[in-house]
T-cell receptor, first 112, second 116 residues
Framework: RKEVEQDPGPFNVPEGATVAFNCTYSNSASQSFFWYRQDCRKEPKLLMSVYSSGNEDGRFTAQLNRASQYISLLIRDSKLSDSATYLCVVIQPSGGSYIPTFGRGTSLIVHP | EPEVTQTPSHQVTQMGQEVILRCVPISNHLYFYWYRQILGQKVEFLVSFYNNEISEKSEIFDDQFSVERPDGSNFTLKIRSTKLEDSAMYFC??????????????FGPGTRLTVL
């Protein structure tokens, strides 16, 4: 199975900053893409799906670049509550089906 | 808002013992999954389940593991003879659509398994 790579960070930013994360994937036949956030010792929670046209949800913007095989997440006006690990999830083909592959996550620390 | 539930929240067992982890997926979801996350490592796919059978499994999901949907609501993961390296957080998830077709998976809070 091909891998999903993320910079583990941590990204240490002040409140109000803009921060961007990238995630690269190596299987060009990957089908769907998501960003999840995970707080310490908690379950992953869906942040947003990622579409080729790009999508925005409040302060969060996600982009997919199929040609270069990466997805990105931009967080504007960072809040203390944004501190978490951000997980990239790629749905990759496997046999006749698709399975989710997680990146290791990028840690974000937002400080006052 | 509907949610995935898991029991127990923490299970401690002796090496070689059998454990059963339980999950109740969201009621109208058709696809169910188990993942594990060893402390400090990434979330790893174990198995997906649809229409009462396994649809996909990873190399981690060997003969020591099995899944079952014993009734209309529960989805279980059994580890037959636990090893020390099975210590991890086990997450159950469910989705309405099949993987690769715009699905969104919703995760339960996890069961922390500690094998002594």
């Amino acid at each position: 199975r091909k891998e999903v790579e993320q910079d583990p960070g941590p990204f240490n930013v002040p409140e109000g900053a803009t921060v961007a994360f990238n995630c690269t994937y190596s299987n060009s036949a990957s089908q769907s893409f998501f960003w999840y956030r995970q707080d310490c010792r908690k379950e992953p929670k869906l942040l947003m799906s990622v579409y080729s046209s790009g999508n925005e949800d409040g302060r969060f913007t996600a982009q997919l670049n199929r040609a270069s095989q990466y997805i990105s997440l931009l967080i504007r006006d960072s809040k203390l509550s944004d501190s978490a690990t951000y997980l990239c999830v790629v749905i990759q083909p496997s046999g006749g089906s698709y399975i989710p592959t997680f990146g290791r996550g990028t840690s974000l620390i937002v400080h006052p | 808002e509907p949610e995935v539930t898991q029991t127990p929240s923490h299970q401690v067992t002796q090496m070689g013992q059998e454990v059963i982890l339980r999950c109740v997926p969201i009621s109208n979801h058709l696809y169910f999954y188990w993942y594990r996350q060893i402390l400090g490592q990434k979330v790893e796919f174990l198995v997906s389940f649809y229409n009462n059978e396994i649809s996909e499994k990873s190399e981690i999901f060997d003969d020591q593991f099995s899944v079952e949907r014993p009734d209309g609501s529960n989805f279980t993961l059994k580890i037959r003879s636990t090893k020390l390296e099975d210590s991890a957080m086990y997450f159950c998830a469910s989705s309405e659509l099949r993987p690769g077709y715009g699905d969104t998976q919703y995760f339960g809070p996890g069961t922390r398994l500690t094998v002594l």
